[in-house]
């Protein structure tokens, strides 16, 4: 496989990865970050670095905007519900483990 059809391929993927966090809004950022330790900030923050190493500013909002597909206070606004204790918790105690 050449370098630009990887390329091509892991692009499609991540397209696809946002595609699907974009059709299921309900599952809750806290909840990725509980069972899978990122979440669609931690996204944004990496699509951000990314450009930064192929020399391109995008600042952490204009990143969000991208994986959220809208502002980030309009998500929130819209499909953000507030963490349940149980959520809390969950996330308090995979930080201490």
């Known amino acids: 496989m050449t370098e630009d059809t990887q390329t091509r391929i ?3 993927a991540f397209r696809r990865l946002l595609e699907h966090l ?3 809004k ?3 950022n ?3 970050m509980i069972l899978a330790d990122f979440c669609r900030n931690c996204l944004a923050k990496w699509y ?3 450009a930064a190493d192929e020399g391109e500013h995008i600042d952490y909002d ?3 905007e991208i994986i959220y597909k809208m502002p ?3 998500w929130k ?3 953000q519900a507030p963490a349940t204790q149980a959520q809390l918790d969950a996330m308090a105690a995979k930080k201490k483990a």
């Open 10 to 12: 892991e692009a499609a």
């Open 22 to 24: 974009d059709n299921n």
């Open 26 to 28: 309900q599952v809750q």
């Open 30 to 32: 806290i909840d990725l």
């Open 48 to 50: 951000s670095a990314a």
């Open 62 to 64: 204009a990143a969000r």
């Open 72 to 74: 980030y206070s309009e």
């Open 77 to 79: 606004e819209h499909h």
